[in-house]
C-alpha cells in the first residue's frame, strides 16, 4: 500500500488533500471522491478529522476491497508520510511518564499525544503528519529528539482525555496524600489519611481512578486485578487471559487509598491492616451487564496487597461446548452428572476453570423439580436457581457442617466447594450414600491422583468404590487469535512427545500465533479448558486398595479410552485452536510416559 505521491506542504491535511492522495494511490475513484465533498459540503459543526468523512461514506479499497476504516486510513497515511504507523495500546503505555512531557492543554490544541519516553528521546502520535508547528517548541523544552509516528485519530483524542484525566486524579491524589502522611513511606500512616477523610470531597480524585481501574479491566477483558504495594510505588497489574500483565504504577500513598476505597466498596474493615480480608462488590460494567468482583487482602512487607477477581457474567450462560468440551468429552461428562447419586470431582489447579464447570453444570441440571445446594468458600458467583450457602470460620460453619445442615434440607444436587479434609470428605460419601448427587474438587494434577488423594484424606476404599461415579481433570489454555493465527508445520518428534503414549496421528490443521490489533499482539484471545474425564469403571474400582498406584490406575484407565490432558491438547492443536507450547505450558510433565 506504498503511495507513490508527492506529499504536500507542512499543514494540516484537508479532506481534499487527502481525498486526491487515495484517488493517486488507486485507493478510492475520482467520482467517490466528488462525493466525499458533497458529503462534507453537506455537514455542520465542529470540525474532525477527515478521516470521519471518508468512514462514513462506508467506502472500500479499490485494489483490496479493504474498507476504508480509521486503521486501514491511518496505515495508508504514515506510509505517505514516510513514518511509522503506531497502534496505542494502553497496556504499553507509561502514562506516569508521557503525561509528564506536555501539558494536557498542548496536547489537545495540536492534537498530539506522547506514546513512548526514553533518557534521550520522545515518540509523539499525531494524525496531521505533515503539519509541523509544534515541534520546535516542544523539543527546546525536553532537549530531546522527537520521534513522529502516525495514530488513529480517535484513540489520540481518546486516550489524550483518559490519560491526562488519570494523571491528573494521581497527582492531586498523591498531594493531599503525602501532606497527610507527612512524605512517610509507612503503610501504618495512611490509617490517619483514610480515617481522617474518608468522605469529604478531596476522596473524589481516589474514586475517579478507581472507576477508571475497574472500567480498564473490562475493556482489557482481564480476570484478576493485583494492586500490589512496594517501597516507593503501588504496582497494577492485570491478569488477562492467564498471564499477568503490568498496567500502571501509582505513588505509594495513592495506592494504599485506592485499596481503602475498594475496601469501603467491599464492606470491609478499613482500618485492619494486619490480617486478611475477603469481601465482594457487585458493580455493572459499560455494557450495564452486572458484576461480581471477590476482593482479597493480604498484609505485606510494604503494605496491604489487594487482589480483585472479576467473574463474567457471559459464565453461567455458556455451553459445554462453549468451555472447550468436545461432543466426546461432553458425552462423558454428562453421563456422570446425570445419576442420581454419587460423587463427581473436578480437579486441577487454582484457576483452572473448575467453578466455572461446575456452575455451568448446575445451571444445566437446576430444573424447577430439582432441589440444587451449595456450599462454598466464598460463594464466587451468585446465582438464583441455587440455594447457595458460604463457608465462614468464625461462628464454625464449616464444609463438613454446612453439608450436614443441607442434608436436612431435601436437596438433589450438593455441591461442595472443595474437599479438602477427612471431615469434609466423610459427610460427601455420607450425602452421596444417601441418594444425593455430589459436586466437588479437588486439588490434583490429574483424574487418577484424585483417586489416591481421596484415600490419603482417610475414606477407606470401600467408600470409593461406592460412591465415585467419576473424576475430570482439567486445564486453561490460550485460544489462538482467529484473526491473526497463522498455518504453520509442527516438528514431528514435538508432536511424538506430546502426544505418547496415545501415538495420535499428525495434527490435521496446526496454526501459530502472528499478533494483532485484537490480540495486542500476543497471537492469543481467550482460553478454552482441556479436559481429561475417567468415569470410575468395574476394572478401575478393583485396584482401588490401600495400596493403589496412580500409575496403574492411570494405565488402565487409558486402556478404557481415557484421553488425557495432553492427548486433549493435541486434539485443539490438530483443529487449530492453540499451539504445543500452550499445551506444554499447563499440563502436567509425567503423562509422556
Known sequence: MKA???????????????ALGLVNTNIISQDQADKLFQISGSESGKSSHPFHTIIKANYHCLQSGDLLNQEFLSRWLADWANQPYY?????????????QVMSFAFAQRHDII??????DQVTIASAQPFYHAWEDNLQQALQKRIVRVVAQPDEISRYTIEFYRLAKSVNQASGQSAAASHNVNNFEQLMDLKSEGDHDANDQHIVNIVDWLLQYAHEQRASDIHIEPRRELSHIRFRIDGILHHVYEFPLQVGVAIVSRLKILGRLNVAEKRKPQDGRIKTRNPDNQEVELRLSTLPTAFGEKLVMRIFDPEVLVKSMPELGF?????????????QPHGIVLVTGPTGSGKTTTLYTTLKQLAQPEVNVCTIEDPIEMVEPSF????VQSQIDL????GIRALLRQDPDIIMIGEIRDMETAEMATQAALTGHLVLSTLHTNDSPSA???LLEIGIPPYLVKATVLGVMAQRLVRTLCPACKAPTELNPDEWNQLVSPWKAGPPKNPHKPVGCLECRNTGYRGRAGVYEIMPLSEQIKTQITDNTSDDDIRKTA??????GLRLSGAQKISAGFTTIEEILRVTPAHQRF
Open 4 to 18: 507513490a505521491i508527492a506529499r504536500p506542504p507542512e499543514k494540516i491535511l484537508t479532506l481534499p488533500d487527502i
Open 87 to 99: 497502534h496505542i495500546d494502553p497496556l504499553k503505555i507509561q502514562v506516569r511518564k508521557t503525561t
Open 114 to 119: 506522547a506514546v513512548e519516553v526514553t533518557n
Open 326 to 338: 468436545s461432543s466426546e468429552d461432553q458425552a462423558k461428562w454428562q453421563s456422570m452428572v446425570s
Open 387 to 390: 440455594n447457595q450457602m458460604q
Open 398 to 401: 464449616s464444609f463438613a457442617s
Open 451 to 453: 483417586i489416591t488423594r
Open 558 to 563: 487409558i486402556k478404557e479410552g481415557m484421553r
